[in-house]
Each structure stands twice: as C-alpha cells, then as structure tokens.
C-alpha cells in the first residue's frame, strides 16, 4: 500500500476532510438557500402525524428490501449456509455483511432497484409536470443502470457456483464473488420474487413521501410525489458533500413550483423527507448494533482489523509477484 493510501485511511485525515466538506457545503446551504424565516414558518405548521406514518412507511420499505436481499443471498449461498432473515434485517439496518462472498448480492440487490426506478420514472414523464432538465437527468440515469444490468446479467450467464473460503486479495477474486451473488440472475423465481419485493419497497417510499406532502399542506397528486422521488434519488447519485444537503432540497422545491407550492415551503419539506430518511437508516442501525451487542468502538476496531488483514494480503502478494519475477529473470540468464 502506497505512502498516499496509509494517510488516506487515517481516522484523522478522514475526519479533517468531513469537516472541511461540512463546512464548506454548510456556508455554501446558508448563503445561497431560500429565505430562511420563511422555512422556518413552514415547519410551524407542521401535522406531525403524518411524519409519524411517513417514517413508518419507510422502515416497511426497509423491511421489503431486507426480504429482497434475503432472496438474493439465498441463490449465492448454500442452503446451510444462508442466514436467518433476523440477521439479514440486522447486516441491512446497521450496513454490515455478514461475509465477503455477499458482495455480489450487494450489487444485484441494487441493480433490482432499476426495475420499480424505470416503472417510476416512466410513470412520472406520463403524468407529472416534469422541467425540461429533470428529463435530461432521467436519461442519463437511465443510461447508466442500462449498462450496469447487461454487465450483471453478462457476468450472471458465465457464474460458477464456489464458495470462498479466503479473504478478498485481488480483483479476480472480487468479480468471482460478484458473479457468485449475481446467481439470482439465473433463477427465475427468485429474481420475480425479490424484483417484487424491490417494487413494493419503493410503493412503500412513494407513499410516505406523499404522505409527508400532507403534513405541510401540499396540495399536489400522487405523481408529483413521484417526481420527487426520483428527483431526491436523482440527486444523491453522486456525493459532492455529506448528503447532498441543500441539493436534495432544491431538487424537490424547484419542480413542486409548478403546483403552486412556494419554495420555501418546497425547501422545508425537501429537509423533513431527508430528516426522515436519515432517521430510519440511523434508528434501524442503532437497534441492529443493540441487538447484536455491537458499539461504535467494535465497529472501529474491526475496520481496523480489516484493513491489516488487506495490508498484509497486500504485501504477500507484492512479495510473491517479485519472486515470480526473480525466477523470471534467474530462467533467462541460464545459457541453453
């Protein structure tokens, strides 16, 4: 590992950088934001019962995609080996894998995601009242898990069913753990099935975003809490700073414009939604890391383990590609 990867992976380093992007993205949120005493305002006339069941709709939404991903590790792993759906639901909550050879199910949980997105997406350019530059981010979107699909599914078609039983030491070894988890691919029930269960957990998402709707007043369709969703989706793809804070909420205020809601009151309800967001992935972890009897300091530590266990992975095989080419060149030198 290179002088530059070391420093990178410092604790320290990493939180210098954390705050500095914080800070940055903080002065930039509060400089160019709306006007802030009329966000405020918005949220004093918050029904704080409909924030209620809009979180509860996204921890069944979490629930779905938990039961997806259970499905998904059940075609990459032998039957003894697979999991309980308790400690699924706690890998999934607290964003932990049980083990390395679930990578892949990682990947092809998430390329499941592509099919309830395209339905959404299509469903939003039909009936909701899209901007003109939200279009040309659909396609690009599209484009993209385009791609990503038929690698997957390529990748599917040339698995061998292997368990790993060493540590991850290459990128060979990752993309045949990543073909391994890939294996639902191939089996047409269960790719249905989790495809399905990915479906419901974004009806799940889509109807607590409308619901949040209520709780400020916003009285717009259903398809424009759609078009928020794929615009708050659209906006976290790539991370300029920790959560997009600030973007997210400009994506769900600018198009809310053309149902009469004022961007303030856009903006106050692109925070809650995040705020919820937020809340579900941090509540669902704490209760992961309780149940499994896990603190912060073991999940450090463990980090840390990991990343010896690569350095020193690492190093046998620097060592072993300069012995292969020691011999390469003892072999030469030898007069025939």
């Known amino acids: 590992m290179s002088s530059v990867q070391r420093v990178w992976r410092s604790g320290w380093v990493q939180a210098l950088v954390a705050i500095v992007a914080l800070v940055l993205a903080a002065t930039l949120f509060w400089w160019q934001g709306p006007e802030w005493g009329s966000v405020f305002d918005a949220f004093r006339f918050v029904i704080w019962s409909w924030i209620v069941l809009a ?154 975003v409308y619901v949040a709707m209520q709780a400020f007043g916003i009285d717009a369709p259903l398809p424009a809490a759609g078009l928020v969703l794929v615009l708050m989706n659209v906006a976290t793809i790539v ?8 973007l997210v909420q400009a994506a769900v205020a600018v198009p809310l414009r053309n149902y009469g809601v004022p961007y303030a009151t856009g903006f106050a309800y692109g925070l809650a939604l995040q705020g919820i967001e937020i809340a579900c992935g941090v509540g669902l972890g704490l209760i992961a890391l309780a149940r499994e009897g896990i603190s912060f300091a073991m999940l450090k530590r463990m980090q840390d383990e990991e990343d010896s266990a690569e350095d020193a992975l690492e190093g046998v095989h620097e060592m072993v590609d300069e012995l292969e080419h020691e011999a390469g060149r003892e072999s030469a030198a030898v007069p025939r």
């Open 239 to 246: 991370p300029l700073w920790p959560g997009n804070i600030g």
């Open 55 to 208: 979180f509860a709709l996204n921890v069944v939404s979490t629930l779905f995609r938990a039961l997806s991903w259970r499905m998904t590790i059940g075609q990459a792993l032998p039957h003894r080996h697979q999991p309980r759906f308790d400690h699924v639901f706690s890998a999934f909550g607290v964003g932990l894998l049980a083990s390395a050879t679930l990578v892949g199910t990682v990947f092809a949980h998430r390329l499941f995601d592509l099919v309830p997105a395209t339905i959404l997406v299509v469903w939003v350019l039909l009936t909701a009242e899209v901007p003109h530059w939200a279009v040309v981010a659909f396609g690009i979107a599209a484009l993209v898990g385009f791609a990503l699909f038929t690698v997957a599914w390529l990748g599917a078609r040339r698995h061998h069913r292997t368990v790993m039983s060493e540590g991850v030491g290459s990128i060979r070894d990752l993309l045949v753990m990543a073909r391994q988890g890939l294996s639902v691919l191939n089996a047409p029930v269960a790719l249905a099935g989790a495809v399905l269960l990915q479906c419901l957990g974004w009806l799940m998402q889509l109807l607590a």
